[in-house]
């Protein structure tokens, strides 16, 4: 899965959150957000997706399907062809229509890779640079040798890798590091309240235990990787927001609701902004005071029925919204069926009805492989009807084995992307850059390609305009549950069939 499509999912996957968090925010426990949040984080850093049958993809593609099929009939009835027509392709689902945004975006415009490395150089400089020079002054703080600080150490069993220190170049309690973590303090703390220390103390435990300055890491990893992409930017904001109002809900967890208000004084007491945006530590400090305050005084003991629909909501969220179309739907094979005021083949043979236009797997699984030339592909069992007889009622060619060569010469050299021995099998009328195998991408090996059958020769139909359209059925890897087409439009011309057009069809 290529970068814009992780981007594309993941901002609707924020869009998503963002709804849920406005409506159930304070109704459901605080750590359900930053939960929720790495589901967004995965969805944006791995390379692949998981498929669901429960994916909300797998019912739009479905629908677009079933919308998309009388507008197909109409385009083959009106001699529009099916290389002609993007949108067409596009019909089969947002699957495929992000990974086709995604490779022609790569191929069609490569300075906007240049642009990209441009923004994550800047970004990651500027986020690095910013907590290197942090930590420097953060590790010239002495450590704390309090005694109180040691009985709070040993009565909460915290990790001895886990240091206390002061120092005077902060204004509000803050934690840094991920192996080795540190709880900053800052020099003016009022060490004779030693309630309110225990509150900063507990929070910024709370910051360890959850683990959240790794969180925060891969946040500013996914932004550097998108940062052309401003949902992105909102969900950064918004995590923040989250990561700190569950610390509080933990702290409130620990001492009850009577400690709400006392609480609450204690985070009024340490408001002070932040010197540097550096994201990489938390803090006690300000961040969205009024939203935390107004949490913290709502605040209310957990009860199951808030766990088990919390729980429930990011089942539903992953299965529904994190995942990507079920690979039996989000490649469907491509067979478009001719709309004709005749019910018969010029032969006088009636034709089948279209039935639910998928291809079955092949019978034969034991057919030649793409790389052998010497075996010959076997005739197809079903062929996609794609255009309409022509009007001079030309039919099946003397030159059959002449078109099959050429195909499938063709072929070899889109697979193995040679592109001098393709181009001479281009017509003079096509336009465009070349284009070839998407090897590497969304689940295509060319190691393992398997070509199974040239479908559209048995019977051969031509559009009126003296076009012949072909489709060379493959299976994109080994272990790919589905199959795949590359659509060839031909024309003879003087020196021998050329191509006019091809697409790869998922």
């Not at 704390?144 to 120092?167: A, G, L, T």
């Not at 309240?193 to 959850?210: G, S, T």
């Amino acid at each position: 899965m290529g970068m814009i499509q992780r981007s594309f999912y993941g901002g609707i996957l924020i869009i998503v959150i963002l709804l849920f968090r406005a409506l159930l925010l304070n109704k459901l426990p605080k750590r359900t957000f930053p939960v929720l949040w790495s589901l967004v984080l995965a969805r944006l850093l791995v390379p692949f997706s998981f498929s669901s049958v429960f994916s909300i993809y797998s019912l739009l593609e479905q629908q677009t399907e079933n919308i998309s099929s009388p507008l197909d009939h109409y385009g083959m009835a009106m001699g529009t062809g099916i290389a002609a027509s993007p949108v067409q392709s596009a019909s089969h689902g947002l699957s495929a229509e992000a990974g086709v945004l995604s490779l022609s975006v790569e191929k069609a415009f490569p300075v906007l890779s240049v642009v990209w490395c441009v923004g994550l150089l800047l970004c990651g400089a500027f986020f690095a640079g910013a907590y290197l020079y942090s930590v420097r002054q953060f590790r010239r703080a002495a450590i704390v040798e309090n005694n109180w600080i040691h009985h709070w150490q040993r009565r909460h069993k915290v990790h001895p890798f886990i240091s206390v220190r002061q120092s005077e170049l902060i204004s509000a309690p803050l934690t840094y590091g991920i192996i080795r973590p540190v709880i900053l303090l800052p020099k003016q703390l009022i060490w004779e309240d030693r309630r309110e220390l225990e509150y900063v103390l507990q929070h910024e435990y709370m910051h360890i235990c959850h683990c959240d300055a790794v969180l925060k890491l891969l946040m500013v990893t996914a932004l550097c990787l998108h940062w052309f992409n401003p949902l992105v930017w909102v969900m950064m904001k918004f995590l923040n927001k989250d990561i700190e109002l569950a610390c509080d809900e933990s702290v409130l967890r620990r001492f009850g609701e009577r400690a709400r208000s006392g609480y609450a004084m204690a985070l009024i007491d340490m408001e002070e902004k932040k010197l540097r945006p550096v994201p990489f530590y938390n803090g006690f400090s300000k961040n969205a005071i009024e939203e935390r305050i107004k949490s913290i005084m709502k605040y209310k003991k957990l009860t199951y029925a808030a766990a088990f629909s919390a729980s429930l909501l990011v089942v539903l969220v992953a299965l529904c919204f994190a995942t990507s179309a079920s690979q039996a739907q989000a490649a469907p094979a491509p067979v478009p069926v001719p709309i004709s005021t005749a019910d018969t083949d010029p032969d006088g043979t009636p034709l089948d009805p279209p039935g639910d236009g998928r291809v079955p797997e092949p019978e034969n699984q034991n057919l030649p492989d793409a790389g052998s030339e010497s075996a010959p592909l076997p005739s197809p069992d079903e062929t996609p009807e794609n255009n309409l007889p022509s009007e001079t009622g030309q039919s099946q060619p003397e030159n059959l084995d002449a078109i099959r060569e050429t195909a499938t010469a063709f072929w070899e050299a889109y697979l193995t992307q040679d592109r001098e021995s393709l181009t001479q099998y281009l017509s003079d009328s096509y336009s465009g850059e070349p284009e070839f195998f998407p090897d590497g991408q969304d689940g295509h090996v060319a190691a393992e390609v398997n070509l199974l059958n040239v479908k559209g020769l048995e019977p051969v139909r031509f559009s009126p305009d003296g076009t012949l359209g072909i489709w060379l059925e493959f299976r994109p890897a080994a272990g790919a549950d589905y199959l795949e087409y590359l659509q060839i439009t031909l024309l003879e011309e003087e020196d021998g069939w050329k191509v006019v057009s091809y697409g790869l069809e998922m």
